[in-house]
């Protein structure tokens, strides 16, 4: 990797002139939509209105923020990060967790029927949440789920590609490991817990980042099952906030709150991506 | 300290017999080695000593005692794997105090446990580095080193030296077996490198297809090899063959007629070690030279005997032969010639 790296810095003139300037284009294109909504949080409500829109930040910044964090439009959006953090941790954890055992008994161990159960597992990869949606609501509401962190976060729990990953690291793991471990004294689950897991931390690092804007970004489901605005989740909340009829939308505070959504995934991706490329860098297999 | 006793042990993966049957005792701190050729059930053998892989059939007593059942921590073993199997993100300290860490010691005396180790293997300055950071002679040490912390009855090896280059090799050999002998810790060794199989062990075991060809001391199978396949596998260059008829007292092959020991008539096979030919311009044997490699001590001179055979001498000093005119009659002595059932392979005079 460090080659091509250099080998991109080698390259002179022209073409890196023009690389650069096709990135920078790319990057404001991209990032023009969020430059907008920041502006848009930090104006008054009137100066969104009118056109043309304003395209440097106002002097509300404090204001709106404030407003959108304590008091929010229905429900203070501090308590939909909150919510949402709780969601996204949850699923996040909950999948590494549920997946790295099922894969240490699937590659570890031979049990009647491990290779039906491997199917089945590689089954619910055909049936993302939304095809199972109704059934899924109707098991949930059977057990009074609805309004819970339990309720969103259980049905997203299982998930056959973080399985199958850590299936295919621990098919990489030495069988020669397992057997020093054997003969060292360990247990299965010492084995797993000394030896397995300390190898899988980068992978688990990758995942952990992925899984977690997965159950940040979730939409769909927390909208069906939170019908108690102090429930909600801050993806769907912020379409809450849209108004229905007549009401005049409060634009800063929606765009405060966009904002605000952003940060928690920007700030995950940031720290992680560190832990995750320090963990390649001195990759120990 | 222990004895190993292996009665009649049979390994099967399904219903293909990979172990058919191997019976061995193994004096206390006695170093065996168990050689064959790669496939023939050397790991397996030795795994089922260790516990990783269930007996099919038969007894394995440790310590007189039915080991069997017993898990590999139960049994008081160490193994080095052919790998070496350090675990990657432990240094290597914690590599060879995890043993000890599982039994429960307290920290201080594992870290004691280690230090001693640890002096004794050179490996003291290395305590803090992790497996990645080491040479592969140093890992293999650190896999001595996790290996003799436990102070384990009986150590195992599966192929330990296969990945050092040829010179560490030579000078690991004589530290496990220094070690070893320091330890007095009955050994079980796998190596398919019969130069490692001669110079290290007390006993060893010529395996091949899953059977035992022969137990014995180094000089025992050299000198007495009871089947053709322990005669070719041990000893470098590898044992001349000669399809031979023996007759009236004679050995008849070719054109060539050998005294034959007493007793024997029909098809036999006839071996010869290289190094037991001498030149003799009387001598029985002739041979035409097609190749010659020199070794310095010693020439290896690769060739025909007249009935088409192929034939290898080897000759203490140097020979120069010229390309073409190499003619070379040589003689054995009759106490050096070793015959084999021509249907059997087993040893019969
Ligand atoms: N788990 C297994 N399942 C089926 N066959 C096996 C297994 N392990 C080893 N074998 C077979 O047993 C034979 C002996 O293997 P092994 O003991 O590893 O040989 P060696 O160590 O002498 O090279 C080989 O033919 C191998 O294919
Ligand atoms: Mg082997």
Not at chain 1, 58 to 66: A, K, L, P, Q, V
Not at chain 2, 72 to 84: G, H, K, L, S, T
Not at chain 2, 248 to 270: K, R, Y
Request: with cysteine; net charge neutral; glycine share 8%.
């Amino acid at each position: 990797m460090a080659r091509e790296v250099t080998g991109m810095v080698e390259r002179r003139g022209m073409g890196l002139w023009f690389t650069h300037l096709l990135m920078i284009a790319g990057v404001l294109v991209i990032f023009f939509p969020i430059w907008l909504a920041f502006v848009a949080s930090t104006v008054t409500q009137p100066e969104i209105v009118q056109p043309p829109m304003p395209l440097w930040p106002g002097d509300r910044f404090i204001e709106n923020y404030t407003a959108a964090l304590f008091s929010g439009v229905n429900v203070p959006v501090l308590t939909m990060l909150a919510n949402s953090m709780v969601m996204a941790i949850g699923i996040a954890v909950g999948k590494i967790v549920i997946s790295l055992l099922s894969a240490f008994a699937i590659v570890y161990f031979r049990f009647p029927g491990r290779n039906i159960f491997f199917w089945l597992i590689f089954l619910t990869l055909m049936l993302p949440v939304e095809v199972r949606i109704v059934p899924t609501y109707e098991v949930i509401a059977g057990f009074g789920m609805l309004n819970s962190y339990s309720g969103l976060i259980f049905p997203l729990i299982a998930s056959a590609t973080a399985t199958f990953l850590f299936r295919q690291f621990f098919l990489t793991v030495p069988d020669e490991l397992a057997e020093a471990a054997r003969v060292d004294g360990a247990r299965p689950m010492r084995f797993f817990w000394d030896i397995l897991l300390p190898m899988s931390r980068t992978n688990i690092a990758a995942l952990f980042v992925i899984l977690f804007i997965y159950g940040w970004n979730q939409y769909l489901w927390p909208l069906l099952i939170t019908t108690d605005p102090s429930m909600n989740t801050i993806v769907m909340g912020i379409k809450q906030m849209f108004p229905s009829g007549d009401d005049v939308a409060d634009w800063p505070v929606i765009m405060a709150t966009s904002i605000l959504a952003m940060v928690p995934p920007v700030v995950v991706v940031i720290s992680m991506q560190k832990l995750f490329i320090r963990g390649l860098v001195d990759s120990e297999k | 300290m222990a004895t190993v006793d292996l009665d009649n042990i049979k390994k099967r993966f399904g219903n293909t017999e990979v172990i058919k049957g191997v019976s061995l005792s193994v004096q206390d701190g006695e170093f065996i080695v168990i050689v064959g050729p790669s496939g023939c059930g050397k790991s397996t053998l030795l795994r089922m000593v260790a516990g990783l892989e269930t007996i099919s059939e038969g007894e394995l007593r440790i310590n007189g005692q039915r080991a069997n059942e017993r898990e590999p921590m139960d049994r008081d073993i160490a193994m080095v794997f052919q790998n070496y199997a350090l675990y990657p993100h432990m240094s290597v300290a914690q590599n060879m105090g995890y043993g000890l860490k599982i039994a429960g010691l307290p920290k201080p005396e594992i870290a004691a446990k280690v230090a001693e180790a640890a002096k004794l293997l050179q490996l003291t300055d290395l305590l803090d580095r992790k497996p990645k950071q080491l040479s592969g002679g140093q890992r293999q040490r650190v896999a001595m080193g996790r290996a003799i912390v436990r102070a384990p009855s009986v150590f195992l090896f599966d192929e330990p030296l296969s990945n050092l280059d040829a010179k560490l090799r030579v000078q690991m050999r004589l530290e496990i077996r220094e070690l070893q002998s320091k330890l007095g810790i009955t050994s079980l060794y796998v190596t398919h490198d019969q130069v490692e199989a001669m110079t290290m062990a007390d006993r060893m075991i010529v395996m091949n297809a899953g059977v035992a060809e022969q137990i014995g001391t180094p000089l025992d199978v050299y000198e007495r090899p009871e089947t053709l396949f322990a005669a070719q596998f041990i000893g470098s260059p590898s044992m001349n063959v000669i399809e031979a008829e023996a007759r009236d007292g004679m050995l008849h092959f070719a054109d060539i007629t050998l005294p034959a020991p007493s007793g024997i008539t029909g098809p036999v096979m006839l071996g010869v070690r290289p190094e037991h030919l001498a030149p003799d311009p009387e001598g029985p044997i002739e041979m035409q030279v097609l190749l010659a490699e020199p070794l310095g001590a010693n020439t290896l001179l690769h060739g025909r005997l007249t009935s088409g055979a192929g034939f290898t001498a080897s000759l203490p000093g140097v020979h120069r032969v010229a390309p073409g005119e190499g003619a070379l009659r040589l003689s054995i002595e009759a106490g050096n010639m070793h015959l084999f059932d021509a249907k059997t392979g087993r040893r019969i005079g």
